[in-house]
């Protein structure tokens, strides 16, 4: 069964430093996303992309994220300079359906920010 | 923007027992609701939804039931077994388009005593 893959599934940085997390869709999927956990809290969206450009995006996905597809397989999400509270578990999800298709959901990338 | 309360935070059944867990949410626009399951170490993964034009569906153990008026919907379980044992996060969105900004519940750790 296809699945959505992340890489890499534990990154530990210190403060301030770039960091890229990737994620390689299903191969027919059109819409992707990222949604993030903080340890025990809920499930939050962060960005969703669609035809190479940002569709929607939550107050969390400031201007410190930027998401791309630059080679139209892998999707990634960077963060320039992070922060402690960047901390969580970030998921990268994708639909072939747009608003009205199931969303398959990765593994996660765990971020843990000193 | 949409809230999503779910209820609740921990649940413990015995195996062969039923489980219903709970949810509620703010914007009567939304009109997709889906739960997902999460496995230890796995993305969610979408186990059965509903969109707002049916008030059930069933698929084997699994159902789960919405009542736009009160704007709230739940998930039953029955017959459970240990490997229900998981995190299950419920969701709601207004689909359409490209948009999929799942709203989710903050989780209900299930376990499945046997």
């Known amino acids: 069964e296809p699945e959505v893959t992340q890489t890499p599934s534990h990154q530990v940085t210190q403060m301030g430093q770039e960091v890229i997390l990737r994620c390689v869709p299903i191969s027919n999927h059109l819409y992707f996303y990222w949604y993030r956990q903080i340890l025990g809290q809920k499930v939050e969206f962060l960005v969703s992309f669609y035809n190479n450009e940002i569709s929607e995006k939550s107050e969390i996905f400031d201007d410190q994220f930027s998401v791309e597809r630059p080679d139209g397989s892998n999707f990634t999400l960077k963060i320039r300079s992070t922060k402690l509270e960047d901390s969580a578990m970030y998921f990268c999800a994708g639909t072939s359906g747009g608003g009205h298709g199931e969303l398959f959901f990765g593994e996660g990338s765990r971020l843990t920010v000193l | 923007g949409e809230n999503v309360e779910q209820h609740p935070s921990t649940l413990s059944v015995q195996e062969g027992d039923s489980a219903v867990i709970k949810c509620t949410y703010s914007?009567?626009?939304?009109?997709?609701f889906p739960w997902y399951k999460q496995e230890l170490g796995k993305g969610p993964q979408l186990i059965i939804d509903?969109?707002?034009?049916?008030g059930e569906k069933k698929d084997q153990r699994i159902a789960v039931t919405l009542n736009k008026t009160a704007k709230h919907f739940s998930l039953h379980i029955t017959e459970t077994q240990p490997e229900d044992s998981a995190v299950y996060f419920c969701a709601a969105s207004l689909a359409s388009g490209s948009a999929r900004q799942l709203t989710f519940g903050s989780g209900t750790q299930l376990t499945v005593l046997p």
């Open positions: 509903i969109r707002s034009n049916v």
């Open positions: 914007d009567s626009a939304s009109n997709y």
